[in-house]
Nanobody, 118 residues
């Protein structure tokens, strides 16, 4: 079955950088509309999209609040999806989740905590 495991979270100061990784297993990208994404959720707030990478084309999409600071990438050899986060702000503090949308179904990891504080 599909499994997603996030890692790389931790404490970082404002302006710093952090790289998250999502180890994926149990599926392959076989359709153009398959995609993987990163989401985040802060306490008391709704889960929000951080970045998306499309299955076969590799096209990336970002919301305005992270555009230019975050980069999503895929390592096909290791079957991982990474999120490089630069110029971090306190408002980036949240639990970050890896998501895979495969043939119309959504799969989620358990999340990794990112805390941006001085």
């Amino acid at each position: 079955q599909v499994q997603l495991v996030e890692s790389g979270g931790g404490l970082v100061q404002p302006g710093g950088s952090l790289k998250l990784s999502c180890a994926a297993s149990g599926f392959t990208f076989s359709l153009y509309h398959d995609r993987m994404s990163w989401y985040r959720q802060a306490p008391g707030k709704e889960r929000e999209l951080v970045a998306t990478i499309l299955g076969l084309s590799g096209l990336r999409n970002y919301p305005d609040y992270v555009k230019g600071r975050f980069t999503i990438s895929r390592d096909n050899a290791k079957n991982t999806v990474d999120l490089q986060m630069n110029s971090l702000k306190p408002e980036d503090t949240a639990v970050y989740f890896c998501n895979a949308k495969i043939t119309g179904f959504d799969y989620w990891g358990q999340g990794t905590q990112v805390t941006v504080s001085s």
